[in-house]
């Protein structure tokens, strides 16, 4: 499959452009292993973001109902119309997923699932917005850089856990679900790479102000090697007793740091901090 699409590439005169993070993929094998881990079924609406030579896009367009796939690059135009000719369930947007009104294209299609090989510039911005924007996805299997893949799905107290993975955690269950190395790719990537599956679950997370929940997350780690209680007197300017306070009625450590903290202890703080501002 390699050999056949680099001569469409060539045919179609395409060059990778590395500002879009284009690292594709060819390998049927690791393509249908993404769609059925993914859970794809036959009667599902997917959502694909950076199709690129459309060879994932074929291989969801073989197990769901209906690939809606976006593009940044209109250069892949040509390349698109040959891979995907005859595919009939897949539809390409050629638009930056990052300008799409989640909320009109939701009122389209119901619900949905998202499987895409990210782009790695914007990996993050892609997730939150899917993550902080939709009411009707109801999972996201993306392939990431593997250090990405290890902060989404850290647990507190180990080194990879940050404000992103007690961000996700608010909406979403993640989980590794396959590495990948980088000899996977074309043209090669200088790091390995892995897939992750984020599966929504409202609620999961019990908490009375989800912007307040962010902000404590981003305070806590703001100043990693700082306690989480003089993270907390200088961002939100509440005097140290305030700040002991708040940490005792969360049975918090006063000595805790912020990497300590699960994300249902950032979810009492925020909603104990909630009281005194
Ligand atoms: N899905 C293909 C595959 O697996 O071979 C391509 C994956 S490649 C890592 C990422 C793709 O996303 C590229 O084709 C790139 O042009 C596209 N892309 C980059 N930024 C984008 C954006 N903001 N919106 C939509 N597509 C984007």
Known sequence: MENDLKSVLAECGFGFKKKFGQNFITDKNLLSCIVAQA??????????????????????????????????DTSLQPVLSKTLAGVENAEVVFKDFLKVNLSELEKEIGEYSVVANLPYYVTTPLIMKLLEESKSCKSLTVMVQEEVALRLCAKENTPDYGAITAVIALRARAEIIKKVPRTMFMPRPNVDSAVVKLTVEDGRIAVN?????????????????????????????????????????????????????????????????????
């Open 39 to 72: 859970g794809v079924e036959s009667g599902d609406t997917v959502i694909e973001i950076g199709c690129g030579a459309g060879t994932l896009t074929r291989a969801i367009a073989e197990r769901a109902k209906k690939v809606i796939a976006f593009e940044i």
């Open 209 to 277: 102000d989800k912007e307040l929940y962010k902000k404590v997350v981003h305070t806590a780690f703001l100043s990693r090697r700082k306690t989480l209680e003089n993270n907390l007197v200088n961002s939100f300017k509440i005097t140290r007793e305030q700040a002991q306070n708040l940490l005792t009625a969360c049975n918090i450590d006063l000595k805790a740091r912020g990497e300590t903290l699960s994300p249902q202890a950032f979810a009492s703080l925020a909603d104990e901090l909630k009281n005194i501002l």
